[in-house]
């Protein structure tokens, strides 16, 4: 089966733009998780979905940040207004609900913003 | 606040050796999950091992095991016969386990281990 996939793969954008970052789970994973991989700040959690929902969005930045996700399966994270410090590798994860815990990552979108 | 610390930012060995990456961590919970990825060059982060705390049992995987000290709160990744494939950055990582109440699921990172495996 296909692993979780990322769109797209790289992303550059100028200062103040808004972008918009896809990741396609798992096929059946109904949880997915957002995390930012930065030189300074390192992995850091963004955003948790169950199905649809969003019930720990702790990890967000700034309100310029939100993330959804329709139909139990694809998510995009959207970032507004993009400042220089969003810079950043964006990771995607899904896992199973019940059974084994471990989380599959995606490939990343790489954003720079300039 | 779990956090989770990787005292190594670097190391280097030579094929076929064998190397220990180090892992300590700090929880107050009793039952929770520890993992090791690896990221290559490509960026993908790949699962090498999981370990569930409620298991005394170090986990293994083909040439990689840990050894997990619960009570010293660390957990350390062995690698055997190193091959140059195993060259990556390698990041240990701590999570709660799954509960009803939502929004405990997040995986916690440490700072990572660049390991370079040379020929």
């Known amino acids: 089966g296909a692993g979780v996939s990322q769109s797209p793969s790289n992303k550059v954008t100028e200062k103040g733009k808004d972008v918009e970052l896809r990741c396609d789970p798992i096929?059946?994973?109904?949880?997915l998780y957002w995390y930012r991989q930065s030189l300074g700040q390192g992995l850091e959690f963004l955003i948790y979905f169950q199905g649809n929902s969003a019930p720990d969005k702790s990890g967000l930045p700034s309100d310029r940040f939100s993330a959804e996700r329709t139909g139990g399966s694809v998510s995009t994270l959207t970032i507004q207004r993009t400042q220089q410090e969003d810079s950043a590798v964006y990771l995607c994860a899904s896992r199973r609900r019940t059974g084994k815990e471990t989380q599959y990552f995606g490939p990343g979108t790489r954003l720079l913003v300039l | 606040a779990q956090t989770v610390t990787q005292s190594q930012p670097e190391m280097s060995v030579q094929e076929a050796e064998t190397v220990t990456l180090s892992c300590t961590y700090d929880t107050s919970e009793n039952n929770y999950y520890l993992f090791w990825y690896k990221q290559p060059p490509s960026r993908q982060m790949i699962l090498v091992i999981r370990?569930?705390?409620?298991?005394?049992q170090n986990a293994t995987e083909n040439r990689f095991s840990v050894n997990f000290q619960k009570a010293a709160k660390s957990f350390s990744l062995k690698i055997s016969d190193s091959q140059l494939g195993d060259t990556a950055m390698y990041f240990c990582?701590?999570?709660?386990?799954?509960?009803?109440?939502?929004?405990?699921?997040?995986?916690?990172f440490g700072q990572g281990t660049r390991l370079t495996i040379n020929p």
């Open positions: 096929s059946g994973h109904t949880a």
């Open positions: 990582a701590f999570m709660k386990p799954v509960r009803i109440i939502q929004g405990a699921q997040k995986l916690v």
């Open positions: 370990q569930e705390a409620y298991k005394q």
